[in-house]
């Protein structure tokens, strides 16, 4: 699923954050849907039954607006954000965001005002 260069983490009960480096916005897409795609064909054997594996994904790229320092803190907040978009949307889905208009504006501003803002584009779900 993931590519040599990439790194997997657990993050938190059932999150994971997933690192793609040498990635930009527009691979990112591709990459969420062959990580579900994967997960969706290839069940767990649990006593000879197939136990169905799904995921609710976030994805941001770094810099989340381009031509800006990487801020962690940040990318990670608008992840986050994702990840309960796509639960929100029913799970087994994704949902990205990329910097929109304006660049990152105001530090600490949640992910879902700076996406009222225009300041976040998002994609997917």
Known sequence: MA?????MVRWGGEEFVWLCRNTDAAKGPQLCE??????????LDVDGK???VTASLGF???PVWPGTATDWDTALRIADYAVYCSKDAGRDAWTGFVGGEGGPGEAGV???VLEQQGK???VGA
């Open 120 to 122: 976040l584009r998002r």
């Open 60 to 62: 941001v790229p770094l």
């Open 3 to 7: 590519r040599n260069d990439d790194l």
């Open 110 to 112: 949640a992910p879902a």
């Open 50 to 52: 197939p136990l169905p």
């Open 34 to 43: 062959r990580l579900l795609r994967q997960l969706r064909d290839n069940p």
